[in-house]
């Protein structure tokens, strides 16, 4: 997919697209922007990782209505970590939005959980102002792309003091069949607390797709938010996720990411600390086997002062799987007081296998402090070895290293069912 690869949709097919789905007029032309674009811009260029070579062929094809429904509650088994969660959940399957719904008692609170294409509509004044802003719709051509072409997604806000105690479930499941592109923003104003829980799956006939995933957070002065992903799509599809977040004075995000597809992958998770007092903490668990390539970056960009930041990226590569994990603490000019702190690990089951990873710290303020640690290595023998002797099989002991491995990410996970989850699929991807 180079520059001059035709694409996917002309300008009239996507002011129709939008304008039958009843979005704002502001909405399709920032569409028709990105289209415009995204003819103009070339691919993001990523650390040793040559996605050009990539199929992007798909990238936008056989898109559906976009229109969400309220049909009968679908089968959710599997799709949310237990089916209490069920009164605070959303699925899109492919193109459409098929289920939705939000407690009675958060409905009063003034809390909005919905999909994205629906709330453009309905609440527009409180998407306008924070749509595509943090990730920019002319940053490289897939982001300009997927502001043209997105589908169904999350629009969560939170208002004023309010305190969400239960988390709030989507699910994005890819049918093979119609592209899912979805965009999720999620606004918490001062004071307010939630909890948002995402899944990626694959079901039915495979397809070759891309799934572009974007996702936005605003966190007004004192918020609180807690934004997991597990991904677990298919062999046959690129997964592109690029999550951003916005801090204002005294707010905190925490990323627990779970990057468990079958598939080629980029994921890109960076956090803004714009007011003073902000934090972020960044947890990542990512497996690769066969020949998949993947590249995944956690960003921390500290703007305010005394802001701090913690990211934690655990990767095990098995067979001929590659993997390049970045790690990028950015301390501006004028951050004083700035505590930045990163660690990437990557262990290799196979001669075949390869982890890179790089941590990377980039500091234009004198007041701060700012670690990282790194490592690349293969299954320690020795470990294995003494293991064996005490009685376990080869398969047991290499299966209590890698749990010893991710072990520190696992177990911060605050979400007991969310780690749960995890860990089955970690089991499956190391087929155990």
Not at 100 to 114: M, S
Not at 360 to 375: C, K, N, T, W
């Amino acid at each position: 997919m180079t520059s001059n690869t035709l694409l996917p949709f002309d300008r009239q097919a996507v002011a129709d697209r939008s304008r039958s789905a009843g979005e704002p007029e502001w909405l399709t032309e920032l569409r028709l922007k990105g289209l415009e674009l995204a003819g103009e811009l070339e691919l993001p260029q990523l650390e040793k990782t040559r996605i050009d070579r990539w199929n992007w062929d798909s990238l936008g094809l056989a898109s559906g209505s976009e229109a969400a429904s309220d049909a009968a509650k679908p089968d959710l088994a599997g799709w949310t970590p237990s089916d209490k969660h069920a009164s605070n959940a959303l699925v899109q399957l492919g193109a459409k939005v098929v289920y939705r719904e939000l407690a009675e008692e958060l409905v009063a609170q003034g809390v909005i959980f919905t999909d994205l294409q629906t709330a453009a509509s309905e609440h527009a004044d409180r998407i306008r102002p924070y749509l595509m802003k943090a990730v920019a719709v002319d940053e490289h051509r897939l982001t300009a792309l997927h502001s043209a072409l997105w589908n169904g997604g999350v629009f969560l806000y939170v208002p004023k003091n309010v305190k969400v105690e239960l988390p709030l479930y989507a699910a994005f499941v890819s049918n093979g069949t119609e592209v899912l592109a979805p965009h999720i923003l999620i606004v918490a104003e001062e004071g307010s607390s939630v909890s948002y829980v995402e899944q990626f799956r694959s079901e039915g006939a495979e397809a070759s797709q891309v799934v572009p995933a974007f996702a936005e957070v605003y966190a007004a002065a004192g918020a609180q938010v807690r934004f997991a992903s597990i991904h677990n799509l298919g062999s046959s599809v690129i997964d592109v996720a690029y999550r951003r977040a916005v801090l204002e004075k005294d707010a905190r995000v925490e990323w627990v990411i779970g990057e468990l597809n079958a598939g080629y992958g980029i994921s890109d998770t960076t956090s803004y600390l714009n007011g003073n007092g902000s934090s972020a903490d960044a947890k990542v668990i990512c497996v690769g086997d066969g020949e998949q390539r993947l590249n995944l970056t956690t960003r921390n960009v500290h703007v305010g002062r005394a802001t701090e930041s913690d990211m934690s990226t655990r990767a095990v590569m098995r067979e001929a799987a590659t993997a390049i994990i970045n790690g990028i603490t950015k301390i501006e000019k004028g951050a004083t007081g700035a505590n930045g702190q990163q660690s990437e690990k990557v262990l290799m089951l196979s001669s075949a296998a390869r982890g890179d990873a790089n941590p990377i710290l980039l500091i234009d303020e004198d007041d701060v402090q700012a670690g990282h640690a790194a490592s690349v290595g293969q299954v320690n023998p020795e470990q294995i070895f003494y293991l064996m002797s005490r009685g376990l099989t080869r398969e047991e002991a290499e299966r209590l290293v890698i749990y010893g491995f991710l072990a520190p990410v696992v177990a911060e996970i605050p979400l007991p069912e969310l780690e749960q989850q995890l860990r089955e699929l970690v089991e499956r991807k190391l087929g155990q």
